[in-house]
């Protein structure tokens, strides 16, 4: 893949703001700064083109290496989550979380990534409070938390549920609402349940909803690692390895 940014791929900012720049591990900055936001997406990939050319330099990685083999080895595991779910799951769904990449909207000044999924991150206590009691008469449920890419390389979240009983929209609109209400940079029209909420019964392995979710995450849509994809989808991932967060998570009602 052509290893130059293409031209307006990135906002021209920095990394991270000044109060994220503890974040920031060593390997990500240039003489110990923050870099700009195209500059440290090209520091990570010459980071995970070493990983790829020598395989067991991260097998003790306690990050994702966005590798081929790392890309293999989280689809193995959503295939076999999804392959088990699909046992007794009467439905899915689908949730996605957005921000504004915008301080001003009006002069189109950008947030720096890593300060934005910062404050995005602010609202995880809300959201899973609110996740709880939606599900709170649910018997049995698996969840699949993933950041995908959206808007230039800023991160989006994407939330997928495996339902062991049939339920309307309507019950997962206060997670919406505790998005909404708790990060500052999450717009109200941007999550109406009818653009943010999708529904499907009766899913059956492999299921769309893993199909759809796992293809968000940055090296998982090539099936071959980071640096098969577009920059925008580095970008994202740099901004994960630069705040130090996962690609995804998983959970459970038991």
């Known amino acids: 893949m052509d290893d130059h940014l293409p031209p307006d791929a990135l906002p021209s900012v920095r990394l991270a703001g000044p109060a994220e720049a503890d974040r920031v591990p060593?390997?990500?900055?240039?003489?110990?700064?923050?870099?700009?936001?195209?500059?440290?997406?090209?520091?990570?990939?010459?980071?995970v083109g070493h990983f790829e050319q020598h395989e067991n330099s991260h097998r003790a990685l306690n990050y994702d290496a966005y590798t081929e083999s790392w890309a293999r080895s989280v689809w193995g595991l959503f295939y076999g989550l999804d392959r088990k779910a699909c046992e007794w799951a009467e439905q899915t769904i689908l949730i996605v979380f957005t921000g504004s990449p915008y301080f001003d909207r009006n002069s189109e000044i950008f947030i720096p990534p890593v300060t934005f999924y910062k404050q995005f991150r602010t609202a995880a206590e809300a959201r899973q409070k609110a996740l709880s009691r939606a599900l709170s008469d649910v018997q049995q449920w698996r969840s699949i938390r993933v950041v995908g890419s959206r808007s230039m390389g800023y991160p989006v979240l994407f939330l997928g549920l495996y339902?062991?009983?049939?339920?309307?929209?309507?019950?997962?609109?206060?997670?919406?609402?505790?998005?909404?209400?708790?990060?500052?940079?999450?717009?109200?029209?941007?999550?109406?349940?009818?653009?943010?909420?999708?529904?499907?019964?009766?899913?059956?392995?492999?299921?769309?909803?893993?199909?759809?979710s796992g293809k968000q995450i940055p090296g998982l849509e090539s099936n071959a690692g980071i640096l098969e994809e577009p920059w925008t989808r580095r970008a994202t991932a740099t901004v994960l390895r630069a705040g130090q967060w996962r690609s995804y998570t998983t959970g459970a009602s038991i």
Request: proline letters at 6%; a negative charge.
């Open 26 to 47: 060593e390997n990500m900055r240039i003489g110990g700064n923050i870099p700009t936001w195209d500059t440290a997406t090209r520091r990570f990939s010459a980071l």
């Open 163 to 212: 339902l062991s009983t049939s339920v309307e929209s309507q019950v997962f609109e206060p997670i919406l609402a505790a998005h909404v209400n708790n990060c500052q940079i999450a717009e109200h029209d941007a999550h109406d349940s009818a653009r943010a909420i999708t529904i499907k019964n009766g899913p059956t392995h492999p299921s769309e909803l893993i199909h759809g």
